[in-house]
């Protein structure tokens, strides 16, 4: 699964004919997260940067975890996307902050 999320990134930025830097830029993160997560040297994937480069690249979430073997009955695994889902929540209400309250 983790081997296709990073394929995945790295297929949905060279489409958009963006480099690591631009990429970087959009989401308001170091360019080293999106070398790091790219080349495989996260231990872990983390979700919020996920969320934010699958909103700069204008994909849904689930394209970097839907293939073949992710699917059940032609739908993605349910629990899979209720764990996105809910990070993706979380996500929305940070942004919703105000600076005052971070």
């Known amino acids: 699964m983790r081997s296709l999320v990073i394929k995945k990134v790295k297929a949905a930025r060279q489409t958009r004919n963006l480099v690591q830097k631009e ?17 495989g040297k996260t231990k872990f994937i983390d979700a919020i940067l996920l969320l934010k480069i699958a909103d700069a690249l204008e994909v849904p979430l689930s394209y970097f975890f839907l293939d073949s073997f992710s699917m059940i009955n032609d739908s993605p695994d349910p629990v899979l996307m209720r764990l996105f889902y809910e990070n993706a929540k979380l996500y929305k209400f940070y942004l919703d902050l105000s600076e005052d309250e971070l």
């Not at 308001?28 to 790091?36: A, D």
């Open 23 to 39: 990429l970087a830029h959009l989401i308001g993160e170091p360019i080293h997260k999106i070398s790091l997560l790219e080349n």
